[in-house]
C-alpha cells in the first residue's frame, strides 16, 4: 500500500485559485510518476496532468493547459496543482495517484488518494 493524501481542496468563486497538495513517501516519489485526475458529478475520472519522475516533464490535459500548474517538492515528498482561474466546470473531486510509467491512462496508476473535493461557484 502507497498511501497518498490529498489536501487543498474547499469552495472557490469562478476566476479564483486554489492549490492541491498530496502527500506521499520519500520511496514512492523515487520510484513512482505523479498524477492529478478528475471526477466530476455524474462523469467518469479524468486525467488531469502527470510529471515525470527524471526530469520534472509536465503534461497537461487540453481542458486546464495554462490553467493549472504540476509541480513537486522532493524534499517535502509532496506534489502540487495550482489551479487558476478556475471555473464551475472544474468542480470534482480531485485525485492524486502513483504509478510505473506516465500515461494520460487511469490503469497505468496503481495507487490512489482519498480526494480532496474541489467546488467553483459561478
Known amino acids: 500500500q502507497v498511501p497518498l493524501v490529498e489536501s487543498g481542496g474547499g469552495l472557490v468563486q469562478a476566476g479564483g485559485s486554489l492549490r492541491l497538495s498530496c502527500a506521499a513517501s520519500e520511496r514512492t516519489f523515487n520510484i513512482y510518476t505523479m498524477a492529478w485526475f478528475r471526477q466530476a458529478p455524474g462523469k467518469e475520472r479524468e486525467f488531469v496532468a502527470f510529471?515525470?519522475?527524471?526530469?520534472?516533464?509536465?503534461y497537461y490535459a487540453d481542458t486546464v493547459k495554462d490553467r493549472f500548474t504540476i509541480s513537486k517538492n522532493n524534499t517535502k515528498n509532496t506534489l502540487y496543482l495550482q489551479m487558476n482561474s478556475l471555473s464551475p466546470e472544474d468542480t470534482a473531486v480531485y485525485y492524486c495517484?502513483?504509478?510505473?510509467?506516465?500515461?494520460?491512462?487511469?490503469?497505468?496508476?496503481?495507487?490512489w488518494g482519498q480526494g480532496t473535493q474541489v467546488t467553483v461557484s459561478s
Open positions: 495517484a502513483a504509478g510505473a510509467r506516465g500515461s494520460y491512462h487511469q490503469p497505468f496508476y496503481r495507487y
Open positions: 510529471i515525470a519522475t527524471v526530469g520534472g516533464s509536465t
